[in-house]
């Protein structure tokens, strides 16, 4: 149920109310041509959204002008009477085609003698997710986007800034999942913001479900400033041909782990034996971490992107550990490769690094660097076989150390193998206040061009 | 026969959109698509699932007299949502002028391209059989596991066709279909040390055809054959060392440096910053490459990226954007070509109706002149015999360092200062023989300046192929695209372009 006290101007719809109907016309058999319906579960969502952008240096022009868009959509599962199964999205033109569509859905139908069951209902937590104040914006008061990108662009082109890319947006949605066994959730979330990008060497911004706090936009362009500045200034570094100590920010740090350590963690690739991990691994808790670094899902966290009330199957958000103090605990499981595996189900939520006793900072890491690279960002990550570890990565926005100080730019090629570095002993975590994700220092193959 | 495309029906729609434009006193651009898709896994011999899905909305540009715009869209395809979402993309519109934003008055310079429907009789989702598609995949899945011991396989296929009908208020209403499809095949071999390898084989085309069709699915089964072997033998390959090295490439790698590292640069909307321009002015007449190299961009029918008709509703044009190494022509939008000082060539894309156009390529390809013949069918050309074409055309000499990179993993670019990057499945060092082929090593990245490896162009061995398929990331928006090569091109040693390694 809608709850009572939000604000009249949601753009709830009685979609999810006409689609239950439809369904349960479906459950009882009343359209001939198909068999039916023996359960069903959709998760919907209907939003608004406004953004504005820059696009090298020209304000809402041609390629980045004011934009308003409305829409519905989401995903469906069916179980036939005869236990075969349908997945489709569903749309605003499900309900008016709704005839036409379950013939479609039916023809679509297959058999998979391990595809889940419809799930009972279970209790979510009521995470904060909505910012009343987003609204107004989401309307069409997009005064305050203009404010915001005229800020940074007046302050970041008296600097040194030549080219400017930049955006802002904000959102409001309404979820509506429901299930054949009873979950009925409805909610509405919100979205907020903007990001900075300055000569294409350097980027930062803000994005979470409620309006940034007073003095967030001037940090962002602030870090934006010294940054661009630092990584205009060229430098010189000679690698050490037996391996060079490098920083990965906590942005490439957080790109690092989500590709070769989370994206090995998936319950198919995991039971289909394409992840770097088996199903015995996480049977007897391998370890393949420090016993220091643990991977944690976590979907409680209010007004963050990642809360969750609950996934599109129905399981609850919550907190889990898939790897913890460095052992393998469970992969990322949807219900029917939890049925498969046997661990349970994953709950809803992002997932985060959590390294115990580590609470340097990311600039006291950066002072304690004698000689080595911060790498800003890499390119070709989509590229790389995560399966086995190995990186071979351009890192052409790299800045030197030398005794602690920035001394400026180089273009480097790194390389080595991430499933080893995070492993070694003398890999190093530090902490960026604002950032999830944390730095990460160890040693590897560097190219200088 | 043609198709009948849905998109037909919308009629009222359309004349609500206009009408409500003229109303208003501004000038829209709408776009309306009706797309449906298939598409389904099959994992080591099960089927994982079939998804169907459909989406069908609008989208309108909106530009005052004065050149501001504004943008708004909707799922909603109905004369009222189209009033509406005209209504609000001109009080976006108006509301930026207060602003300050920057005008473009391109719009009322160009002339209406008519009424035209563009339709190809490509199979439609209804004349195609899931049980056959079905079938047919879970066959190629359990040949391909068949290519080695202990193969962990992942098919996946699936085919799309969207339905578009762009409008504007000069009485331009062009109606046309994109269809594409493709089928692929993860190969993950895990060796005895524990060490995981996961390669990648695919083919691509309009239709189903890419899965039933005898033609298509045998070169996906040479393809995987290839792919499998390669797996097998990557588990206990050793890194290459980093640097410098002449280079022999395949066409689909071929295609990511055309598109990579010259295609994204030679768009007209990112002119002022791309090191194809100069003060905003495309560089055109400058010599860029090596006299012999052409690069082309054009639609081709029947291919994965096909698209005859530019998101704002103008032709496609096929360009060759360097001729004979020199800078001829910009891949240029409506918006953008006449300040880049190159003539509009259709070249905008989308990859819904949620989205703004953007110029961007569609099957890109390198061609190099007086190429070395080359008779063998380029899925069974070995690293040895490449080898031996190359010393025999005095391409290669037998002590020297050359490379062969094989396989496109995707890459990325940075237009404005000429980086670009690109992966590759496996290295193999011609000059490194072992058991008497040359040696194989793990894959490593490609990383280099444009200019200088398009100036380093030596050769082009065999046909030109044009079906490397991919997608393409920009402003946000994933559309397909493709190209090709000649079937091996020669890259010669430059201290700009590197490997990476140990």
């Known amino acids: 149920m809608l709850p009572e006290d939000l604000p009249a101007n949601i753009p709830y719809s009685d979609f999810a109310d006409q689609m239950v109907e439809l369904l349960r016309k479906a459950e009882l058999g009343a359209s001939a041509n198909v068999p039916k319906v023996k359960g069903w579960r959709f998760d919907a969502s209907e939003g608004r959204s406004v953004t504005l952008s820059i696009v090298d240096n020209k304000l809402g022009g041609v390629y980045g002008p004011a934009t308003a868009r409305d829409s519905l959509g989401g995903g469906l599962y069916l179980i036939w009477e005869d236990e075969m199964r349908s997945l489709a999205s569903i749309d605003r033109h499900t309900i008016p085609e709704f005839e036409e569509r379950l013939a479609e859905w039916r023809a679509g139908a297959y058999s998979d003698e391990r595809a889940p069951d419809i799930l009972e209902p279970q209790p979510t937590p009521d995470i904060v997710m909505f910012d009343p104040a987003i609204m107004d914006i989401v309307d069409g008061d997009i005064a305050e986007l203009f404010r915001t990108l005229k800020q940074g662009e007046t302050e970041l082109r008296s600097s040194e800034v030549e080219f400017l890319d930049a955006g802002a947006s904000a959102s409001l949605s309404m979820r509506y999942l429901r299930n054949s066994k009873g979950i009925d959730l409805t909610y509405p979330s919100t979205m907020y913001s903007y990001s900075f990008y300055a000569d294409s060497l350097y980027g930062n911004g803000y994005g979470k479900r409620k309006i940034p706090p007073a003095g967030e936009l001037e940090r962002i362009i602030e870090d934006v400033k010294v940054n661009t500045k630092h990584l205009k200034r060229e430098a010189e570094f000679k690698p050490n041909p037996d391996g060079c100590r490098i920083i990965l920010s906590p942005g490439v740090g957080g790109s690092f782990m989500g590709s070769y350590i989370a994206g090995n963690l998936s319950g198919s690739a995991v039971s289909n034996r394409q992840s770097a991990y088996k199903l015995e691994d996480f049977k007897e808790q391998k370890q393949v971490l420090r016993e220091d670094i643990s991977l944690f899902i976590d979907g409680l966290r209010p007004f963050e992107p990642t809360a969750s009330r609950a996934t599109g199957e129905g399981i609850p958000g919550g907190q889990s550990y898939l790897i913890q103090n460095g052992k393998l605990i469970a992969p990322s499981l949807d219900l029917k490769y939890a049925g498969i595996t046997g661990f349970p189900p994953t709950p809803g939520g992002g997932l985060y690094v959590l390294v115990d006793d580590e609470k340097k900072a990311f600039e006291q890491m950066i002072r304690e660097m004698e000689y080595g690279l911060l790498v800003y960002g890499v390119l070709g990550m989509h590229t790389q076989d995560t399966t086995n570890g190995r990186f071979s990565l351009s890192a052409p926005r790299s800045l030197v150390i030398e005794n602690g100080k920035i001394k400026g730019k180089v273009k480097a090629t790194i390389s080595g193998n991430f499933f080893e570095s995070i492993l070694a002993d003398d890999t190093a975590f530090s902490w960026e206040p604002f950032e999830d994700s944390p730095a990460i220092q160890f040693t590897c193959s560097v190219l200088v061009e | ?502």
């Open chain 2, 1 to 502: 026969m043609p198709k009948k495309l849905r998109v037909a029906k919308y009629d009222d729609t359309i004349e609500a959109l206009l009408s409500r434009a003229r109303e208003l006193d501004v000038y829209a651009i709408g776009r309306i698509m009706d797309s449906q898709g298939r598409s389904m896994t099959i994992n080591n011999g099960r089927l994982e699932g079939i998804s169907t899905g459909s989406g069908t909305g609008m989208g309108v540009s909106v530009f005052t007299r004065e050149g501001y715009t504004g943008f708004a869209s909707s799922d909603k395809v109905t004369p009222e949502s189209a009033r509406k979402i005209v209504e609000t993309a001109a009080k976006l519109a108006f509301s930026s002028s207060v602003f300050g934003t920057e005008p473009n008055l391109s719009v009322f310079e160009i002339a209406p391209s008519g009424v035209q429907t563009i339709a190809t009789d490509y199979k439609t989702l209804t004349e195609t059989s899931y049980e056959e598609q079905v079938q047919r995949l879970k066959e190629c899945n359990e040949q391909i596991r068949e290519y080695g011991t202990n193969l962990s396989v992942r098919s996946s296929h699936w085919v799309n066709d969207s339905h578009w009908r762009i409008v504007r208020s000069d009485g331009t209403d062009m109606s046309f279909d994109l269809p594409h499809a493709a089928v692929g095949a993860n190969i993950t071999v895990t060796g005895t040390s524990g060490n995981a390898v996961s390669t990648y084989a695919a083919v691509s085309g309009p239709d189903a055809s890419v899965l039933l069709d005898n033609a298509y699915s045998e070169k996906l089964d040479l393809r995987a054959r290839k792919m499998a072997d390669l797996a097998q033998k990557l588990v206990d390959a050793p890194r290459i060392r980093g640097g410098n090295y002449k280079l022999v490439i395949d066409y689909a790698l071929a295609k990511g440096l055309a598109h990579e590292a010259f295609g994204h640069a030679s768009e007209t909307d990112g002119m002022e910053t791309s090191i194809l321009g100069k003060d905003g002015k495309m560089r055109l007449g400058e010599q860029l490459a090596a006299p012999s190299v052409t690069i082309t961009d054009g639609s081709v029918l029947g291919d994965y990226a096909y698209q005859p008709i530019s998101a704002n509703g103008m032709p496609r044009q096929t360009v060759e954007i360097l001729k004979d190494g020199i800078l001829r022509a910009g891949l240029a939008d409506l918006f953008s070509a006449a300040k880049a000082g190159v003539p509009i060539t259709g070249a905008e894309r989308i990859e819904s109706y949620r989205n703004l156009p953007v110029p961007r390529m569609t099957n890109i390809r390198i061609s190099v002149a007086n190429p070395i013949p080359l008779d063998t069918r380029f899925e069974l050309v070995t690293p040895l015999e490449l080898r031996e074409v190359l010393l025999s055309n005095g391409l290669m000499q037998a002590d020297e360092q050359v490379l062969y990179l094989s396989g496109y993993k995707g890459g990325q670019v940075n237009p404005k200062d000429g980086d670009f990057v690109f992966n590759c499945a496996s290295i193999y060092a011609l000059h490194e023989l072992e058991n008497g082929n040359p040696k194989l090593y793990q894959p490593a990245i490609f990383s280099g300046k444009v200019l200088s490896a398009l100036h380093s162009i030596l050769a082009g061995i065999g046909p030109i192929l044009l079906d490397a398929q991919g997608h393409c990331g920009k402003a946000g928006q994933s559309v397909p695209s493709s190209g090709g090569a000649n079937s091996f091109i020669v890259i010669d040693r430059n201290e700009n372009v590197t490997i990476g390694g140990d």
